[in-house]
């Protein structure tokens, strides 16, 4: 569906100049040659049809300004680009605070309306990403909220709609941090079972002399909603048993339950291992759902980093428009091991610090410490081996893997001090552990190969 943007100008030429420029440009074009004519088109049944605000500010009668004070007292969130004569560029600071998002200097070519016009849409679509992330704190959010926030759960949730229609378990797989509770929540606010309850218990913190006459309580309380049960790796073999013998698991019907499971461990590796039923783990794996931790997300980062920031900066208080290129490039080389919750503490921190309107990689000097700073007994008891327990010489890609993830610990956790320490690029220090990473991923894929 086009963008539409509407044309606001008493000029007659102008005003058709602009419509086509507009429409090569590739978007809806509604105009006005009024003041009065333009906030009746915002105000009727048109308005949620009305992307942007293309104003001239010198109009007779009600004029461009008059227009703006308007529509912010209204409360309207369309974005304004105030158009201005070269004698008039004096009065483009107070437009700007009147609320207009840019301005243009009439005559403007198309090559400036379109960056203006790109901006406009891309910063109207970000306000709408924080009104939602900010009520995705609620209990109650649904998978539409949840993926118009972030990249990732707009593929996920397409599987997990499907998965909606049916009363199967979901076992959601992922590391500490990366929304694996979130996700349960939209699961089941986007279910027919939305309104009924739903029981969260983390199983990490179920004692095993208590932890079968808990879950049995649970899914009394759960009833037809649903039962969503967080690190489930931890549950005791007691506990597991009850849960695969239950009705929910053995015939999920609408007055049972419906069971989602998260577990930050692989539980195919538990399974094999014999510490966790291989008959529980293939009833959950029949709607099983990973989410990437954000080191495999290079493309979500920008989106991801600008939604935070503009959140926190308002917040905040401060005027934060978005992120310069060597900020998103430093973003993109983090290893992101703490994932979300290290993600915003980090972008929170280059708000409160930036002194400019745009973060910079200067911003996110002197990142978060992770871990205290090792002292010399540290230093001396991580030390490398050179030669395995047989005695012969270990391959220089084992050690040279282990000299990075020593480096890593002693800098804190910080990819970025640790490649510095080391003389060497941070990205090639990144890229050194990302093909770590995909190693680890092919054996694992292998591993669930044989499993199938």
């Known amino acids: 569906m086009l963008s539409t943007v509407l044309v606001v100008d008493d000029d007659p030429i102008h005003r058709s100049l602009l419509e086509r420029i507009v429409t090569r440009l590739g978007y809806g074009v509604r105009t006005a040659q009024s003041g009065e004519e333009a906030l009746a088109i915002i105000g009727g049944i048109e308005s949620q049809a009305i992307d942007i605000v293309l104003l001239d500010l010198v109009m007779p009668d009600l004029d461009g300004m008059a227009v703006l004070h308007r529509l912010t007292s209204g409360g309207s969130r ?55 992330e900010h009520h995705l704190s609620s209990e109650l959010i649904t998978l539409d909220e949840l993926a118009s926030v972030d990249p990732i759960f707009a593929q996920i949730s397409n599987f997990a709609t499907k998965s909606i229609k049916r009363d199967f378990a979901v076992l959601i797989e992922g590391e500490d941090g990366s929304g694996k509770a979130q996700l349960a929540r939209a699961i089941h606010g986007s279910s027919p079972r939305s309104k009924k309850p739903f029981v969260s218990i983390d199983c990490s913190l179920l004692q095993a002399t208590e932890s079968v006459s808990r879950l049995e309580a649970a899914m009394e309380r759960a009833k037809a909603g649903t039962l969503y049960l967080s690190s489930i790796h931890h549950l005791d073999f007691a506990a597991q048993t009850l849960l695969a013998q239950s009705a929910m698991m053995v015939s999920p019907s609408s007055k049972t339950p419906r069971l989602i499971a998260s577990s930050r461990a692989r539980l195919i590796d538990l399974a094999r291992s ?10 959950l794996t029949v709607t099983p759902i990973r989410i990437p931790p954000l080191r495999e997300r290079l493309f979500d980062l920008p989106v991801l980093a600008e939604r935070i920031a503009l959140r926190v900066s308002s917040e905040l208080g401060k005027n934060i428009r978005g992120l310069t290129k060597g900020a998103v490039d430093y973003l993109s080389q983090q290893a992101w091991r703490g994932n979300y919750p290290e993600f915003e503490a980090t972008i929170r921190l280059a708000v409160q610090r ?27 008891r991580d030390t490398l081996a050179l030669f395995d327990e047989t005695g012969a010489l270990r391959p220089f890609s084992e050690i040279e893997s282990e000299i990075f993830e020593m480096a890593q610990r002693h800098c804190g956790g910080s990819l970025g001090r640790a490649a510095k320490a080391l003389g060497l690029g941070r990205s090639t220090l990144y890229r050194k552990f990302q093909e770590k990473d995909q190693v680890s991923e092919r054996q694992d894929s292998a591993m669930m190969g044989d499993a199938a």
Not at 113 to 132: D, E, P, T, W, Y
Not at 358 to 372: K, R
């Open 78 to 132: 369309i974005p304004v680009i105030a158009m201005v004569t070269p004698a008039g560029v004096d009065s483009v600071m107070g437009a700007i605070s009147a609320g207009a998002s840019d301005f243009v200097i009439k005559p403007v070519g198309p090559e400036r309306l379109q960056v203006s016009l790109m901006n406009a849409l891309r910063f109207k679509s970000l306000v709408a990403g924080l009104k939602i």
């Open 274 to 283: 014999g510490t966790f039923r291989e008959d529980l783990f293939y009833r």
């Open 354 to 380: 930036a002194a400019t309107p745009w973060l910079t990689d200067a911003d996110f000097d002197g990142e978060l410490a992770i871990s205290p700073t090792p002292t010399l007994s540290d230093y001396r």
